[in-house]
């Protein structure tokens, strides 16, 4: 055993005076989680520039047996990047390793290191007349290997799949400092067990994401945008089916939102419209892309609209006539999200069979209106992917404090209806601190030991970010 | 330790008569690999009808260390589902295990048990207008579970992946016996490590498949198919990035055919058509789908030959005007490959980064023609994946025998190539028997070291598939 403050001085040297923050102040962004929820306590904040220097950070840490806590951007929302309080880890954050090593635009790939701010990477994408589709609320400041190890979702899954789809190859420092290049550009490569995809969704539990090949795609060219009136809730799935296959699959979004979303963003949110003549009880924001051009797209959807409308899945639609009215369209999804900031909020970030989806809002509203008459929930979301962010807001005059005060209570009544659909209580935001203990009244037992298992063998010492995901 | 026969007669009673095969002539289907390469040896072949049957046999194997040997439609060409020569172990064959339990056309999903025929489930997905996409030559006999141990390609990999981003949850009986459900039917779930992406892919040497949740997509409507006449292979990729931008990401296939292996197909195989009026160096096969009507498709690769043939990407071309035209053309794909068995040849399946198929082809059949003048390399395949099955085709005139022994030797060049251009050995097939040993000189040891540990972790008995895959 490598004495604890020796080694903290070998790690300074290695990654050099801008390397590494040991002022409290200046430590504080990386202590912090984003809403706030843990304040954690670290030996030291190490920002290493390579991944040579990842690697001699973790050997370090390896022998003197000093937990690691990886962070991207800090903009995860279930304290997965947040040290704990104890305070006797370090916190590796990758911020520095920004550099895009290569983009192929013929392969349709490019490989850039952890640290890259998600929209830069759309930039870079788009230089090449390309285009990378992950997309969320954060990507402004977060980071793609944050997005890689909790497999982000966002608003492009329905077309272009989760963070995991989209990642062809990896390259990972393993817990005890050594490198594994798994750097692969390649469509089709079955020679053994495909160990990316441990580290994709494991949180920094099992190593430290340096890098990655992602997939890019040919650049939509042309965009329709339509936003569509429904008069029963029940009928959204059947409008996604038929929209799914009467578009040649090429939706790129299909975004619910209740009417009483859009009646808040109406009071509280500026530029907001209501968007449609007679209100609806609920409405839907759908997308759909190609990269060619002349693709014929309009047509498509003026003639899913005809049918739906005969149809009577939807009552009444509008399609974007230009660039201008469809950013409208969009800001209404935007508008009901910052909307909900008025009021306390209880929320769910769960996933159905597209399938259950009205069933699933159906049933978890009576659930909580039958336990707590006047809340409101705003079942709003991605459903496209069957992921539904079931948000309660309190009852108009409640007490806040009281009511976020019951903020388990809900989330037992709606995780049970997700369980009875064969849902997951984390769609997409993972599990980190705040669900570690949840997942594990969901899932299979024998799931949890097989994730100590694949724990254990990879970081037999525990020391990448342990606490985090599984618990041992 | 339990005694070994007990443990046979408990089996027995476990599945019934219906379920075992002791009779050696009956049991050699079992036995034999399907391009004659091996023959293994059993204690007794096992065919359980159902996932409880399948725990309770593992289970007892467990006890008494009986290896198992998981078996599908035994098409596979690495020799994975063959037992070995000592013959200590039982094959569990899952062919009786063939019902779908449920299709649910509004969430694109189809729970499919692993003995499902691949044909058999097109149809089922096509009675409820739906797409399941994996295609592959012994469609009419290879199992489901067998295509998801061996995470299959195919010709439909372009456009909706391999079999491992066709699946969204199994069910595995583990090596000790347990029943792990995780027939999750969701696009979106972030709550821990992807254990299923263990098993996809892991030639049964971690668990046995046995019931599988699969994507299904719309149905095209609408197909349309070109084949184009290229004067330089060099160009088949720009071609490719060109095609892909240019339709609208609604590229289905994208086949290299080399003129040597049409001018075999010309001569064997009766029905090929020469099919434009000028040979060319290099053609391509080129098929776009979309599930809409009134597509446009036709609009999209019209003006896409016009480019191609203006940049003098390509020389000539021809658009199927009918689906028998369009089956003509894919006649040529198929001779092609039923050509090659006029003469010896030596087998490569593999994968490089799409940019670099033709600096592959180039440089491979460099190597190989400056160490055998006159061999014909026939480099064909899906190249929009970047996977070529580059088959070497004995000089004419040459020693069948005495060619065929050089295999090894031929390899080592292909492969040499791949390794410099970064990519995988072993595309689409897997690792079986016959790569085991190979890919260890093309990974990193770490990565191997890696497979060993996961292996251990999850059969630390190693009773499931020994010596497939990965050596302990």
């Known amino acids: ?99 895009i090593r290569a983009i192929d635009p013929v392969n349709f790939t490019m490989t850039v290191e952890a640290g890259c701010i998600l929209a830069h990477l759309h930039e870079a994408a788009a230089e090449v007349d390309r285009l990378f589709p992950l997309s969320l609320g954060a990507e402004g400041s977060c980071q793609i290997g944050g997005n890689l190890s909790t497999n982000a979702g966002g608003i492009a899954v329905l077309r272009y799949g989760n963070t995991r789809e989209l990642t062809l190859g990896l390259e990972v420092v393993l817990p005890d400092g050594r490198i594994w290049d798994g750097l692969r550009g390649l469509r089709k490569d079955n020679t053994g067990y495909d160990l990316k995809q441990l580290f994709i969704g494991g949180e920094g539990t099992l190593g430290i994401i340096t ?77 759909m892309a190609s990269s060619g051009t002349e693709s014929g797209l309009r047509a498509l959807l003026e003639r899913l609209l005809e049918t739906a409308l005969e149809q009577e899945l939807i009552g009444d639609g509008v399609i974007a006539g230009s660039s201008q009215q469809a950013k409208q369209l969009w800001h209404i999804r935007e508008a009901i999200v910052e909307a909900q900031l008025y009021s306390g909020s209880i929320k769910h970030d769960v996933s159905v069979p597209v399938s259950r989806v009205a069933d699933f809002i159906i049933r978890a509203t009576t659930g909580v209106t039958d336990r707590l008459p006047g809340i409101r929930p705003m079942a709003f979301g991605h459903v496209g992917d069957g992921n539904i962010h079931f948000n309660l807001t309190q009852p108009e005059g409640a007490d806040t404090a009281a009511y976020l005060a019951r903020w388990q209570e809900f989330n037992d009544i709606v995780h049970g209806v997700v369980r009875e659909l064969h849902g997951s209580i984390s769609a997409e935001h993972g599990v980190g601190r705040l669900k570690r203990e949840e997942i594990t009244h969901y899932k299979p037992a024998v799931e949890i030991e097989l994730m100590r298992r694949v724990k254990r063998a990879l970081d037999p010492a525990n020391i990448m970010n342990p606490g985090k995901l599984v618990s041992l």
């Open 1 to 99: 055993m490598v004495d604890i403050e020796k080694a903290l001085e070998r790690i300074k040297t290695v990654v050099g005076p801008r390397g590494w923050i040991a002022d409290p102040a200046e430590q504080e962004p990386y202590l912090v989680e984003a809403r706030r929820l843990w304040r954690g306590a670290t030996r030291l904040v190490i920002r290493p520039a390579s991944t040579e220097e990842v690697a001699a950070v973790v050997r370090t840490c390896a022998e003197a047996r000093v937990p690691i806590v990886p962070q991207g951007g800090n903009t995860g929302l279930v304290g997965g990047g947040v040290p704990p309080e104890d305070g006797r880890n370090i916190v590796l954050a990758l911020g520095r390793m920004n550099r």
């Open 211 to 287: 890098a990655a090949t992602i997939k890019l795609f040919p650049k939509p060219r042309e965009i329709e945008t339509a936003l569509l009136g429904l008069s029963r809730v029940e009928d959204v799935m059947a409008l996604f089916a038929r929209a799914r296959a009467a578009t040649g699959d090429q939706l790129t979004a299909f975004e619910l939102i209740p009417r009483a979303a859009l009646d808040l963003a109406l009071v509280h949110i500026p530029g907001t419209i209501d968007p449609l003549a007679q209100p609806h009880p609920s409405y839907v924001l759908l997308e």
